[in-house]
């Protein structure tokens, strides 16, 4: 795939190719890559709460937002967390990231038992090989590489532009 190595848990920043379309300002973490590309986008919240999911949490849970993970799929449910906290259903990822998809983790919930950081993540996007490929090689996305705390400790609408500090820093460190 292009001169880029796309692995689950890497980050894809939204170049300023896509400002003004659906795009603008997204960070995108692929969880599988296979002969197609699903990924969640991570930063952009809903204007609802997990309690709209049905879940029937305790009331301290029930305002935390649903974050929209993409347009594929806007009803499947995922649990982007801390690796401090994992199910038999984890998949966990290389930059201390876990994606839980067994809503029955969501149990561990109503007795207290939660990540450090979490989000609930609703829907997914899917690309072929091919067409990220192409939109790598546009540049529409620049592949990042980010730890937990990077991703999930900084609130959702200032990681885009955490992220791009981020790499404003590496790449002054690097020459300087």
């Known amino acids: 795939m292009s001169n880029y190595k ?22 995108v973490m692929p969880v599988s890559v296979a002969s197609r590309i699903t990924a969640i986008i991570i930063n952009q919240v809903s204007t609802v709460g997990v309690d709209a999911l049905g879940f029937d949490l305790p009331f301290n849970y029930a305002d935390e937002p649903v974050y929209l993970g993409g347009p594929v799929k806007p009803r499947d449910v995922r649990l982007m967390h801390s690796l401090d906290w994992e199910t038999d259903a984890t998949s966990a990822f290389y930059n201390g990231v876990g994606i839980t ?9 109503k007795i207290h038992q939660v990540p450090s950081y979490y989000r609930f993540i609703a829907g997914s996007v899917w690309w072929s090989q091919e067409r990220l490929a192409e939109e790598l090689k546009q540049k529409l996305w620049i592949p990042v590489s980010m730890n937990c705390e990077s991703i999930l400790a900084v609130p959702a609408g200032d990681q885009w532009e955490f992220v791009v500090s981020e790499l404003t820093k590496r790449s002054v460190d690097k020459y300087f």
């Open 6 to 27: 796309i692995v689950p848990g890497s980050v894809l920043l939204s170049s300023t190719k896509l400002d003004g379309s659906a795009w603008h300002r997204t960070l």
């Open 101 to 109: 998809s067994d809503t029955n983790a969501i149990d561990l919930f």
